[in-house]
């Protein structure tokens, strides 16, 4: 049973551009392409802020595993490119700790989720992943709160102006409209073949996030508050979910991010070195039973 189509994403200005290209072996490439780049993008921060101790690949491919799981997800979708910015979100949110110029990041910030909201409207919530981030470090004014807005405003004049010299305003405001209104927060409808994924995401998850909460064993300070913002991404993420359930099979994908990370930690914890494979091996064998039921 092949994947659903994308209505959530049609209002969204960038994602037309995504949905109307097609569908051949060029944009079948392109997307892998664009994946790999991501995973390899995650590790290199995790490697760079220490987050996993060491340099490591791990975190790489347990998120390519986990963007496996729906089969759309592995082409040019608004989701996958969402997810670039991202992650360019968490490197600018990490070097925040140790940045001597705060409002450059902080405005980079602000304008990764605002490009990042062009292709999935619901990634707007990742503004309180930034608000977070501030009481962690505990070292940011009012100046730096007022500043995670202005990328945001940047980005959403700009798309305005595009439209508006387009003699197309009244369509994007209209296409936003239906598109918000349509939003019926709940719990999301899980289809049959996507049951086993979940199961196994949400055990790995229930272990992985208390786990991480309660047990910070980091002796440097700033690798401890990372880590909590990790945390809270996946709690946020969640949170997407539960806004726009009726299309959580594409905007999951922003949770995989954060989830790499922490499942990639539960791994190398892991002192046997067959128990490890067991953790990887569980995600392949969700993955298979998705593509045969």
């Known amino acids: 049973m092949g994947a659903p189509p994308l209505p959530a994403m049609e209002a969204a200005p960038l994602s037309n551009l995504l949905l109307d290209l097609p569908q051949n072996w060029i944009t079948s490439v392109s997307a892998l392409a664009l994946l790999l780049i991501e995973s ?8 760079r ?79 309180l992943l930034v608000w ?71 055990f790995l998850t229930l272990i992985t996030v208390p786990r991480m909460a309660f047990k910070l064993d980091e002796n440097i300070i700033r690798s401890r508050k990372r880590l909590n913002i990790v945390i809270f991404a996946i709690l946020i993420s969640l949170g ?5 359930p009726s299309f959580w099979e594409y905007t999951i994908s922003a949770l995989f991010i954060p989830l790499s990370i922490t499942i990639s930690r539960l791994i190398i914890s892991i002192k046997k070195e067959r128990n490890k ?9 969700a993955i298979a039973l998705e593509r045969i039921l």
Not at 40 to 46: C, E, K, P
């Open 40 to 47: 390899f993008m995650i590790s290199a921060i995790t490697g």
């Open 49 to 127: 802020f220490k987050i996993l101790r060491l340099t490591n690949l791990l975190p790489s491919l347990v998120y390519v595993l986990l963007m496996s799981f729906n089969q759309n997800l592995l082409t040019l979708t608004p989701s996958l490119v969402s997810n670039f910015f991202v992650i360019i979100l968490f490197y600018y949110l990490f070097e925040l700790y140790s940045a001597e110029n705060t409002f450059f990041f902080t405005f980079n910030t602000s304008l990764a989720i605002g490009i990042t909201m062009l292709l999935v409207p619901e990634n707007a919530i990742l503004l």
């Open 132 to 202: 977070v981030t501030f009481v962690i470090y505990r070292s940011y004014g009012l100046r730096e709160w007022i500043i995670s807005l202005t990328g945001i405003l940047v980005t959403g004049i700009f798309t305005i102006s595009i439209f508006y010299l387009n003699n197309n305003l009244q369509e994007l405001f209209n296409s936003y409209t239906i598109y918000f209104s349509n939003f019926k927060p709940g719990y999301p409808k899980i289809s049959t073949e996507y049951l086993p994924f979940i199961i196994v995401i949400g």
């Open 240 to 244: 997407i979910l539960f806004i726009n």
């Open 277 to 285: 494979d067991w953790v990887l091996l569980l995600i392949i064998i």
